[in-house]
């Protein structure tokens, strides 16, 4: 089946430095990752929608500059928390597309940032 | 606008008994139809999937659910639940609107107990 991994699975770092998370998608190509944030006890909210070789599509009150995603390849899509602050304390997943035709994401694993 | 609405955010039931979980769904357009699963700390599960055809949807670990276009609901159900399934559980909805986005339910806590 489509597989997708996300590094690292966990992650602490002190405020205001910079954390890179990575989503993979290991036996397949995925034109469309997406990325998500699960604040403790609560649902997926949908952040970005990140398509190869062009700029990323943020949904309405997530900052662009304070969450940079990079699909630089058909297998790998990025997301840096830049001047991370403790209140970006979250679990991030990322899933992604196999394309039309097949109407279903394919979840990475999350993983959890702790800013101190 | 696609919006979906879980009933219950917590559900605790005795071991071996049946359990329903609701979802309902709001959208102007044809929509797909998911149930996801997700255990402390870790990614979502797919469980079942509805597209297009039969109403009446397996999944794995015993759940189905049905699709109930006039009622525009997609509730999930287990004739007998177990301790593992204790878990967060999602319905989720994704259509034309928005680019085949998805759009996840805030969430059912199944609680089983002993």
């Known amino acids: 089946g489509a597989v997708v991994s996300q590094h690292p699975s966990w992650v602490i770092c002190k405020s205001g430095t910079s954390v890179k998370i990575e989503c993979r998608s290991l036996?397949?190509?995925?034109?469309?990752m997406f990325w998500y944030r699960q604040f403790p006890k609560q649902s997926l909210m949908l952040m970005a929608t990140?398509?190869?070789?062009?700029?990323?599509?943020?949904e309405q009150g997530v900052e662009k500059d304070k969450f940079l995603i990079n699909h630089a390849s058909l297998t790998l899509s990025t997301l840096t928390v830049t001047s991370a602050h403790p209140e970006d304390s979250s679990f991030y997943i990322c899933?992604?597309?196999?394309?039309?035709?097949?109407?279903?994401?394919?979840f990475g694993p999350g993983t959890r940032l702790t800013v101190l | 606008a696609q919006s979906v609405t879980q009933l219950d955010s917590q559900v605790p039931v005795f071991e071996e008994a049946p359990v329903e979980l609701r979802c309902n769904y709001s959208?102007?357009?044809?929509?797909?139809l998911f149930w996801y699963v997700q255990y402390p700390n870790q990614g979502l599960q797919l469980l079942l999937k509805?597209?297009?055809?039969?109403?009446l949807v397996k999944g794995i670990n015993g759940f189905e659910a049905e699709f109930n276009k006039s009622q525009t609901s997609f509730h999930l159900r287990k004739p007998s639940v177990h301790i593992s399934d204790t878990a967060e559980y999602f319905c989720?909805?994704?259509?034309?609107?928005?680019?085949?986005?998805?759009?996840f339910g805030a969430g059912t806590r199944l609680f089983v107990k002993a």
């Open positions: 509805y597209l297009s055809g039969s109403t």
């Open positions: 989720a909805v994704s259509g034309l609107t928005g680019g085949f986005k998805t759009i």
């Open positions: 899933s992604a597309d196999l394309g039309q035709g097949y109407n279903e994401q394919f």
């Open positions: 036996d397949f190509q995925a034109t469309t």
């Open positions: 959208s102007s357009v044809s929509v797909y």
């Open positions: 990140s398509n190869e070789g062009s700029k990323a599509t943020y």
